[in-house]
């Protein structure tokens, strides 16, 4: 969830997350991180887990309240964040190695620093209009079934 927030993938959704057999041992685990890619613009409407959840102008406050929804302390999640802040700064390192053009390089730089900045911001985000779980359309039907957030 900060990986996605902090790195501007604003694409993510349910079927990028999946979990793998241990045949062995019949346990599951989570599968490696996939589909992680800079999709993010601002004006844009989208339908990713982090803008639906977070808005498009996400607080640091509201990532902690899920994340203590789902058991992470104060702490840990301040780790985790400091983590991901940290390789996310080291984004020009690993574009220029693998021969990202300088104008994509930028580009990435200026909305993960934009999103930094909302980050830290105080206050209630930009939400986008999104349906509540159980909610329907017009014709009662029930559409899109909702987000929820997720770690």
């Not at 790195?7 to 589909?35: C, Q």
């Not at 190695?97 to 990435?108: C, E, I, M, N, Q």
């Amino acid at each position: 969830m900060i990986f996605n927030v902090r790195a501007g993938n604003a694409d993510d959704h349910g079927k990028n997350h999946s979990f793998i057999l241990d045949e062995d041992t019949r346990s599951w685990a989570l599968a490696p991180a996939y589909d992680l890619t800079l999709s993010f613009s601002e004006g844009r409407d989208y339908s990713g887990l982090f803008p639906n959840t977070f808005g498009i102008s996400p607080r640091l406050s509201s990532l902690a309240a899920v994340a203590a929804n789902a058991g992470v302390d104060e702490d840990e999640f301040r780790q985790i964040d400091a983590a991901v802040a940290a390789a996310v700064g080291r984004w020009p390192e690993f574009a220029m190695s693998a021969g990202v053009p300088v104008p994509d390089l930028a580009r990435a730089q200026n909305v993960h620093s934009g999103l930094a900045t909302s980050l830290a911001a105080e206050g209630r985000p930009e939400r986008p209009n999104v349906r509540s779980v159980g909610d329907h359309c017009e014709d009662g039907s029930p559409g899109r079934s909702g987000v929820l957030p997720l770690l």
